[in-house]
């Protein structure tokens, strides 16, 4: 945690503004609790004279610290010039977010715990009297009367257990009273704003309990009303907890019902949406509900991470625009700005796949292949389920494995759980990076689009996958421009049974008789008129694409053909290939040489091809 984040804290819960404060320290503000205008907390930015680090720090008149809190090492004693009511908070990034919020709001209940107290009547020898003098309560507004204390909220206040400050004890309490209030109803009006961290029962009035649980009658039966975020987060803790749901995917359908009749209308806060998704995440992982609806509250950046990372680690496996689109999220903005995909996207996935599949495959370093040294392995490490909730868990210690995908899975051991997963925070963007730079360069080259990259030394290392590629890709298009033959294997046994037929009715008596064993059969007569004709004698048949035979003529001619293949979108190469594989039958020999973009006859076979083509020797 930061401090700017306990200052927005202090800022969303309880409407207070920092303000500078202290001359001789510029980077010092202070928080006051703006109902009794005393001081709350100062918050410190300074840097270390000796090591010249930042170091950010607070003071919170919280009152003396739990035992549970004085545990942690950010935690300290009050620095000199402040009493014992005071603990320091270094930040750093093992400063946990929800310690510092329960001392925070600790120092805010203490601020404002003020009380009504009429002074004795004082009266003097000469029998004068003093008025009563109240002191302000900034509890209930005044003029309200206090509401009447129904049987079974009495009896709920009497199930707290009083002792331990640590949110399991909360979390406990709030779960055998909340148990105990299941089926209770109301009919009283919510009193108004309210704000709590972490909030239980225990933190609310009489009032307020009668208008929350007046709230949740309506809930329950699907009308959401506005009320304050902190009591409307109590009713998700109730179904994190199972209390007003029969089984834990019941309690995962009323949470989305909650989703869409109160958070949708925007009455929760900024961070409800996210921290409701994460609480039925961890719902759907504890209690083994189906994958498909888990991963729909993992987060849209997690699960196209997940899909992206599983789509190179399974490269072989993948489309060619499976692949491309991972390259591309973690490529960064530069492969966005490529010319390469504005040229021809299906062409450039097809490179960037085909270079990335032979680097996976081919490239080691350190007895590491390419994904390894791009993304690291993964690993366990604890996974707390609910993060910021009043949750008591922990009946089900049974060890289980949840797979969330096949690059994410949770584990359970001891009553403990661990997630596996590929962290970004262990990715060496760089490295892939550097060869996504390469490959572009090579592509840009053998495209010929775009601006030419300079070559780097370090990146050196891709180019032989990347010019693989470009291999692959020109053989690709040499055989697809190549003529296709389809054959219907289906239609051979129908051919088949017409011929047996028809060679049935061609048979008579007499020529049965004459094909009897040991007779000779006369030779069948063969019509002149249906004879094969030879070929034409001013050409041979020729099965070439209108394109390549202008390309031929204007070899014959003399002309520019490499010109009349540009016009035509033909490559050279191509071209020449696709000529001498349809002049071979009849020459028996190249006949048309490419040399890079220029084509020409080899004279030999000028007056072959004329022939060929109609033309005279």
Not at 160 to 185: C, H, I, P, T, W
Request: aromatic content about 10%.
């Amino acid at each position: 945690m930061r401090i700017t984040e306990l200052a927005e804290y202090a800022k969303e819960a309880y409407g207070i503004e920092h303000t500078e404060e202290c001359a001789r320290v510029p980077c010092r503000c202070v928080l006051r609790d703006p109902r009794t205008g005393r001081r709350v907390a100062s918050l410190i930015r300074e840097r270390d004279g000796r090591t010249g680090r930042e170091i950010e720090r607070c003071t919170i008149r919280c009152g003396r610290p739990s035992a549970l809190l004085c545990e942690k090492p950010y935690v300290t004693h009050p620095i000199p010039g402040y009493d014992i009511d005071w603990a320091a908070v270094e930040f750093t990034d093992e400063t946990e977010r929800s310690v510092v919020v329960r001392l925070f709001d600790r120092a805010m209940a203490l601020c404002g715990d003020m009380y009504t107290v009429v002074l004795d009547t004082l009266r003097g020898a000469q029998g004068a009297s003093s008025s009563d003098t109240p002191l302000p309560y900034f509890g209930r507004a005044s003029g309200m009367p206090a509401p009447t204390v129904p049987e079974r909220i009495a009896q709920m206040r009497r199930l707290y257990v009083y002792g331990s400050e640590s949110l399991e004890s909360r979390a406990e309490n709030f779960r055998r009273q909340a148990a105990f209030m299941k089926d209770y109803e109301d009919e009283y009006p919510w009193p108004g704003e309210w704000t709590r961290a972490y909030p239980t029962y225990h933190d609310l009035t009489t009032r307020q309990l009668r208008g929350y649980f007046s709230w949740r009658t309506r809930a329950r039966k699907g009308e959401f009303l506005p009320i304050s975020p902190s009591a409307a987060y109590i009713y998700v803790f109730e179904l994190l907890n199972g209390i007003g749901a029969g089984t834990p995917s019941d309690a995962l359908e009323k949470l989305l019902a909650f989703e869409r009749g109160y958070v949708d209308k925007g009455y929760g806060d900024v961070w409800m949406r996210d921290r409701l998704h994460s609480w039925m995440l961890a719902l759907s992982v504890v209690n083994g509900l189906p994958q498909e609806e888990a991963r729909e509250f993992a987060g849209r950046e997690l699960t196209e991470q997940d899909l992206a990372v599983e789509a190179l680690r399974t490269a072989q496996e993948q489309t060619d625009e499976a692949v491309y689109l991972a390259l591309a999220r973690f490529g960064g903005a530069a492969l966005a700005r490529s010319p390469v995909p504005a040229k021809d996207m299906q062409r450039c996935a097809r490179l960037f796949a085909s270079a990335w599949r032979h680097a996976a495959a081919e490239y080691e370093k350190g007895g590491r292949d390419l994904f390894t040294l791009c993304f690291s392995e993964p690993s366990f490490r604890p996974w707390y389920p609910f993060t910021d909730a009043v949750y008591r868990g922990g009946e089900d210690r049974r060890d289980r494995v949840y797979e969330l995908d096949p690059v994410r899975t949770y584990r359970c051991s001891g009553g403990r759980w661990e997630v596996s997963s590929y962290e970004r925070l262990y990715f060496d963007t760089k490295l892939l990076k550097s060869f996504l730079r390469e490959a572009d360069r090579v592509f840009r080259l053998y495209l010929k689009t775009g601006r030419p990259l300079k070559p780097d030394r370090e990146a050196s290392w891709a180019t032989p996958f990347a010019r693989k590629a470009c291999e692959e890709d020109t053989l690709y298009l040499i055989e697809l421009s190549r003529p296709r033959v389809t054959i219907d294997v289906s239609l051979l046994d129908g051919i088949r049974q017409d011929a047996l037929v028809t060679q049935s009715s061609l048979l008579v008596p007499e020529e049965e008789e004459l094909a009897l064993p040991g007779t000779a059969v006369p030779e069948a007569a063969v019509d002149p008129a249906s004879a094969p004709r030879a070929p034409d004698a001013t050409g041979t048949c020729l099965a070439l694409e209108p394109a390549y035979e202008a390309i031929l003529r204007e070899l014959l001619r003399g002309g520019d053909a490499a010109g009349t293949a540009s016009s035509l979108h033909v490559m050279p190469s191509i071209a020449a290939d696709a000529i001498n594989d349809a002049l071979y039958g009849a020459i028996g020999d190249t006949a048309v040489e490419c040399d890079g973009n220029s084509l020409c006859l080899v004279p030999d076979y000028a007056d072959d091809v004329a022939r060929i083509l109609g033309g005279e020797e």
